[in-house]
C-alpha cells in the first residue's frame, strides 16, 4: 500500500509540474521535492527514469479526464459542457492561472521529441469516453467516433441546443473565468 501511495505521490507531482514548466523545466529532483519521495522511490517504480515517469504521468492524465467526461456526459450536453467549463476554471484559478495542459506542454517543449512521452500523449488525446451515450442530436457524425468528440463537433455547429445556448454558455464561462482571473491578481472586475 505505501508503495501505491509513493507512486502516486511521484505521478501527481510530475503532473503538475509538467503543466506548470513543460518536459524540459520538469526535472526528476524537482519531482523527487514535490512529492516528498527519495531518489530511490523513483527509480523503483521508474527504472528508466524521467522519460517512463512522465510518459506514466500522461497516461494517468488522459485516464482521470476520461472518467470526468464520462461523468459530465451523463447529463445533457448544455449541462456538460458547463460542467466540464467549470472544471476547467476552477482548475485554472487552483493553480494561479499557471499552469497549461498537463499533455499539451510537456510536447510542446521538447517532450515530443521522446518517443514514450510522444506515444503516451496520443493516448491520452485518444482515450474513449468509455460507457458514453450516443448523442442526443441525432446522427451527425460516423458512428465510430467517440460520444466526446460527436459534442464537440454537434456544439460547432451549433446542434446541442441551438447556437444560442452554446454561445450563452461559452460567454459566461469566458465572464467567470475573467472574474476569476482578476479576482486572484486583486484587480476590480
Given amino acids: 500500500m505505501a508503495s501505491k501511495k509513493t507512486r ?60 470526468l467526461l464520462v461523468l459530465a456526459f451523463e447529463r445533457e450536453p448544455a449541462v456538460a459542457l458547463e460542467l466540464i467549463f467549470d472544471w476547467l476554471a476552477t482548475r485554472l484559478e487552483r493553480d494561479g492561472f499557471g499552469s497549461g495542459c498537463r499533455v499539451a506542454t510537456p510536447l510542446a517543449d521538447g517532450g515530443a521529441d521522446v518517443v514514450a512521452v510522444r506515444e503516451a500523449a496520443a493516448r491520452a488525446f485518444a482515450t474513449p469516453v468509455r460507457g458514453s451515450a450516443p448523442p442526443r442530436t441525432g446522427p451527425t457524425v460516423d458512428a465510430g467516433v467517440d460520444h466526446r468528440t460527436r459534442c464537440c463537433v454537434d456544439a460547432a455547429r451549433g446542434q446541442i441546443t441551438g447556437y444560442r445556448t452554446a454561445t450563452r454558455v461559452s460567454r459566461r464561462f469566458s465572464t467567470q473565468l475573467k472574474d476569476r482571473r482578476n479576482a486572484a491578481q486583486g484587480a476590480p472586475r
Fill in 8 to 67: 502516486d505521490r511521484l505521478l501527481e507531482a510530475t503532473a503538475e509540474l509538467l503543466g506548470r514548466h513543460g518536459y524540459q523545466g520538469t526535472g526528476v529532483n524537482a519531482v523527487l521535492a514535490a512529492s516528498g519521495t527519495p531518489n530511490g522511490s523513483l527509480y523503483h517504480h521508474f527504472p528508466e527514469g524521467k522519460d517512463q515517469l512522465v510518459a506514466a504521468a500522461i497516461e494517468r492524465i488522459g485516464e482521470r479526464t476520461s472518467e
